[in-house]
Structure formats: structure tokens, C-alpha cells
């Protein structure tokens, strides 16, 4: 008897979720965890394998809109909650999966496919690649100091019950997910995901908390954190666990930072999954003692080559011919013109000489502008057939601001 692939039944989610569980360790959620990732499935864009009554491959895809250089908002497939059981490896399982996703993500019209990998080489062979990077900061706040800019001191912070002001806060990160690619504009309901505290994921930890920063009686900031005590001989060693830390402004950012700092009876602020560039690190006495550890994070994959190069615009002029391979989405594979600049651009199909010759891959990891074409030039990924071509492209794809996923999925 053979597998059957399907789109997912809202009857048949208990035992999808449950084999997914089981193929990431079956380590059980809380129930309000459950409850709620069972509201966010998109269960028409997820799809499942079974053999007989049994779940055997799991994959969904959320209807997010990242934002990309020039601060477009582009419809992207956010793949999610892939698993294999493990009684059903090297059967194809998987790459059946992959096939059936993105010519769905295709058909709707989405130009972008987004995931974080669990282990990143699973991902390349169907055409994802690494495009932005996070920092996992653990700052020794009993040594180093912040050196705050004017206006610090203007603004007012102030205790408050998370959910009391979710509102305020997802107020803030609308602002900002205009300002840096990719963020993903909130879809309704993720916000309750960030309030979820079960006691049996805080190990040891406090419930979680809030501060928000204020001027002139409005929200410009907030930070979400957890205590962890702690203590030797000498006295108190607790940390800061930094959840959620986002603001407006140099001002309300270096706020919100000098008050992770300073709470009592704490030497210690671990912060992950933070931008690479985020303002609080040219801030800092000592940046050896914030042990700073930089990870992949989001892996983008160009479903429509020309649409999502349209849909960004460029730093610098850019008029180049690719020649992309992509033997996981032939219809990807050719020669496009790019023709951009700051304002816009356009990317059509040509049989002009191509200037650069790469695969989709290296489009995905450049695409965001936190991974530089000439780099994956100088590492043979990128092959340059017109002198030139190569520094014109990597300048134009870069960004000002490094692209940063401000939340898993």
C-alpha cells in the first residue's frame, strides 16, 4: 500500500500536529500552546502524507508578507511544521512535500518561500539558502556599561501586565517592520503567541514581564523579559532573560537597554535572536563581555525569480543578466534582466549575454541584502562573465539596515 498526499482536514489536525511533535522529539505543548497553533494553521495551506490512517509527513505554509529592501510588503509562503516520521525516511517523503508546497505556493501568486531550519542542509537541495542572521547575546552587565544619547532620560518607563498593553506594543512593531527586510507584518492572533507562559517552559524562570517606554504619554517602546534567580557566597547572580525588546527611537532603544542592565539582584542579560547590527552593541564599555554568537535565521527561496527581483528596489543602479539555474523549479531556469535602482526595478526574461551566472539559491541568500553577491562570488558560488558585473550587482542588492527575522514560526 502506497501513501496518500492530501491537504490537511480540520478533523485530521490532532494527529498531523501529533506526528509532528514526534518527529521533533515528542516532547508534548502546553494545551494553551496547542490550542493556540492550532487556531494560527492555515489547514488549506498545509498538507500532509499518510499511509493508511497514520501521519507520516507534515508541512504548512502561512499567508505572511515580508518586508524587503525599499520596504515593500511581498506575499510569502511562511513554511512551516515540516516533520518526517522517522519510520518513513529515504522514501521520498519529504521531496514529495516540497514538490507539492512550493508549485502550490506558485499558483498562489506568492513570489517568496521563507523558512528557519531546523538543520540547514535538508533546505538547499530544494533552492533555500540562509539570507539573514541573528545575534545570541549574553552580556556581562556587572562589567560593561552603556554610554545612552541625548534624550535617554526623557523617557519615561513604566511596569505593565503584558497583555494589558499588547495593543501599544504591536503598535510599535507595525512601525518598524517597514523599517528593516525581513520582518513579518503580524497577521491577526500572532500577537497572543508572544504573551504564551506556561510554567513548564520558563525553567526556572519568573512569569513574564513587562516595561514599556514613553514620551509625551505615548507608547515609542517596550521589552518583554523574564528574571531568573540566582545566586553564590558572594551575593546575587540572577539574568535577564530578553524576550521582546523593540523601540522607536535611539532614545527609547538605549532606555529600554540601560533598564535590562540595571534590574536588581542580575549580572547577566541573555538576549537572542537579535539583529546583527542592533544600535545597544555601538553603545557598549565592552563588546568581548556581551559573547556575541551569530546564527543563520531565515531561509528565503525565490518561487518567481522575476516578480520577487521586481519587487525590491536596489541602493545602487543595477542593470544586469542572470543566468540561474534552478532544477527544483525549472521554470525559474533561463536568462533575466534585472533593470533597477532605488526607485523601483523590472526583471524580464532575455536572450541577451548574461553578465553573472548562478543558481536560485544565491539569489535567495542575497536577496534580503544581508548576504553579499560578491562574497558568494569569492567563494565560487557566483560566476562573473562581464567584468564589472559582479561589484555592480553586490552594491545594488545590499542594504543600509541588516535584514533580521524579528520572530520564529
Known sequence: MGTDLRV???????????SLLRAFGGIPEAAE???????LTETDRSIGV?????????????????????GALVPSAGVTMVGVAATHRRRGVLTSMMRRQLDDVRSWGEPL????????????RFGYAAATHHVNARIDTGRVRLTVPPGTDDVRLRYAEPADVIDACEAVYAQLVARRPGMV?????WERLWLLDPESSREGASPLQCVVAERDGEVVGYARFRIRADWEPAGPKGTV?????????????????????????TS??????????????????DIRRCSLLVRDSLHVRLVDVGAALEARTYQAPVDVVFEVEDAFCPWNTGRWRLA??????????????????????????????????????????VRELRQGALTEAAVGFGSTVAPWLSHGF
Do not use: M
Not at 547590527?277 to 557598549?284: F, G, K
Open 8 to 18: 490537511l482536514r480540520q478533523d485530521e489536525w490532532d494527529e498531523w500536529y501529533n
Open 33 to 39: 500552546q496547542r490550542a493556540l497553533f492550532r487556531e
Open 50 to 70: 499518510w499511509d493508511g490512517d497514520a501521519c507520516v509527513g507534515s508541512a504548512g505554509a502561512f499567508s505572511f508578507r515580508l518586508t524587503v529592501p525599499g
Open 113 to 124: 518561500a521563507v523558512l528557519t531550519a531546523s538543520e540547514p542542509e535538508i533546505y538547499g
Open 185 to 189: 507584518a503580524r497577521i491577526p492572533g
Open 241 to 265: 532573560l530578553a524576550q521582546d525588546v523593540d523601540a522607536l527611537d535611539a532614545a527609547a532603544h538605549a532606555a529600554l537597554w540601560r533598564f535590562l542592565f540595571d534590574i536588581d539582584l
Open 268 to 285: 547577566t542579560v541573555d538576549a537572542p535572536r537579535r539583529p546583527v547590527d542592533e544600535p545597544w552593541q555601538y553603545l557598549v564599555s
Open 340 to 381: 533597477g535602482d532605488a526607485k523601483g526595478a523590472s526583471c524580464e526574461r532575455t536572450r541577451d549575454t548574461p553578465d553573472l551566472a548562478l543558481s536560485v539559491r544565491e539569489l535567495g541568500a542575497a536577496y534580503l541584502g544581508g548576504v553579499s553577491l560578491g562574497a558568494l562570488g569569492a567563494a565560487g558560488r
